[in-house]
C-alpha cells in the first residue's frame, strides 16, 4: 500500500489572529469593569452602612441631651450663625430707614394738628364763637357777616378788649367727606376745635352729623326750650323761622339746618374754660330762641 501524505495544519491569517486578540482584550476588560463596578458598590453600601450608624447614634445622642442624660455632646455640634452686631448709630438708622414713610405722614398729621390747637390757643379769641359746619359755600359767603350782627345783640364785651365781637368759623364737611380716613383738611379744623372749649355754638345741618356726633356733644334742648316747635332733642330748626330773610338769605332755607350747643363733660381737661363760655354762650342761644322760635 502506498502511504498517504499528513495534511499540515492551516495556518491563522492576520484578521484571524487579530479578531481573537481584540476579543480577548474585550473580555479582560469586560471583567476589570465589572471587578471594580463590585468594588464601588461594596464601597458604598459600606458608606451607607457608616452613614446610618452615624444618623442613629447621633439621634440617641440628642435624646440624652434633652432628657438631660448628658451635658454635652462629642458628636453633635450645633453650628449657630454668627450675629452681626449693629452700633445704636446704626439701629438708629435702620429703624428710619425702613420707617420713613410711615413716620412722614405721622409727623406730617401731628404738625398739621398740633399747629392748628396752638393756633387756636394762643389767638385773642372773640367774645364769642360759633362754628357753621355745612358743605353750602355760599350761605357762608353771603350770611357769617350777618349771624355774627345778630348774636352780637346778646352779648356783652366778654374778653374786655373795649369791643364786642362774634366770629363765625366755617368749617365744610359731610356724611361723605367723614368716611375718609385719618383727619384731613377740614376735619382736622373741626377736630380741632373740640379739643378746645371755646366754640360753644353750633349752626350745622344733618350731613355734618358723622362728623359732630351730637347725641354725645350736644346739649339737650327740651328741658329748657321745649315749648317751641322748632326744638327736638338737641337741635333747634331754623327752616321755619324768620333766620333767613334776617341773615339775607333769599332762597329757601334747606329744612335740616339748626342751631345747637356744645355740652360740658366732665372728663374734658379744659372744663371749668368751657364752662365759662357755656355760661356766655347760652343765654345768647336764649335771647335767639325767644327772638327767632314760635311756642306752641
Known amino acids: 500500500m502506498s502511504e498517504k501524505k499528513q495534511k499540515k495544519p492551516k495556518e491563522k491569517s492576520v484578521l484571524e489572529i487579530a479578531r481573537e486578540m481584540e476579543a480577548q482584550q474585550q473580555a479582560a476588560a469586560a471583567e476589570a469593569e465589572a471587578k471594580a463596578r463590585e468594588t464601588a458598590q461594596k464601597a458604598e453600601e459600606e458608606r451607607r452602612i457608616a452613614y446610618e450608624k452615624q444618623l442613629r447614634e447621633e439621634r440617641l445622642e440628642l435624646i440624652r441631651l434633652k ?59 372773640a367774645d364769642l364763637v360759633v362754628l357753621l359746619v355745612s358743605d353750602d359755600d355760599a350761605f357762608n359767603a353771603q350770611c357769617s357777616y350777618r349771624i355774627e350782627e345778630i348774636f352780637e345783640q346778646y352779648i356783652e ?23 375718609m380716613s385719618g383727619f384731613t383738611g377740614d376735619s382736622t ?55 333767613a330773610e334776617s341773615v339775607g338769605w333769599t332762597e329757601p332755607l334747606d329744612k335740616d339746618i339748626y342751631i345747637g350747643i356744645r355740652k360740658v363733660k366732665d372728663t374734658f381737661s379744659f372744663k371749668e374754660e368751657m364752662q365759662e363760655n357755656y355760661d356766655i354762650a347760652f343765654p345768647a342761644l336764649r335771647k335767639f330762641i325767644e327772638e327767632f322760635g314760635t311756642k306752641e
Open 157 to 179: 364785651d366778654e374778653n374786655g378788649d373795649g369791643e364786642i365781637s362774634v366770629d363765625v368759623y366755617y368749617i365744610p364737611s359731610s356724611e361723605a367727606s367723614a368716611q
Open 189 to 243: 379744623k373741626l377736630f380741632a376745635e373740640f379739643q378746645i372749649g371755646e366754640s360753644l355754638l353750633v349752626i350745622s345741618d344733618l350731613d355734618a352729623d358723622a362728623f359732630i356726633v351730637p347725641d354725645s356733644t350736644l346739649d339737650d334742648l327740651e328741658p329748657h326750650f321745649g315749648d317751641y316747635t322748632q326744638t327736638e332733642a338737641f337741635r333747634f330748626y331754623l327752616h321755619d323761622t324768620d333766620f
Open 67 to 125: 432628657q438631660g442624660v448628658i451635658e454635652e455632646s462629642e458628636t453633635i455640634h450645633e453650628e449657630q450663625e454668627e450675629q452681626k452686631k449693629y452700633t445704636i448709630w446704626q439701629k438708629i438708622g435702620n429703624f428710619f430707614y425702613h420707617n420713613k414713610w410711615w413716620m412722614g405722614i405721622g409727623c406730617f398729621m401731628a404738625f398739621v394738628v398740633g399747629f392748628l390747637i396752638y393756633s387756636t390757643v394762643t389767638t385773642v379769641r
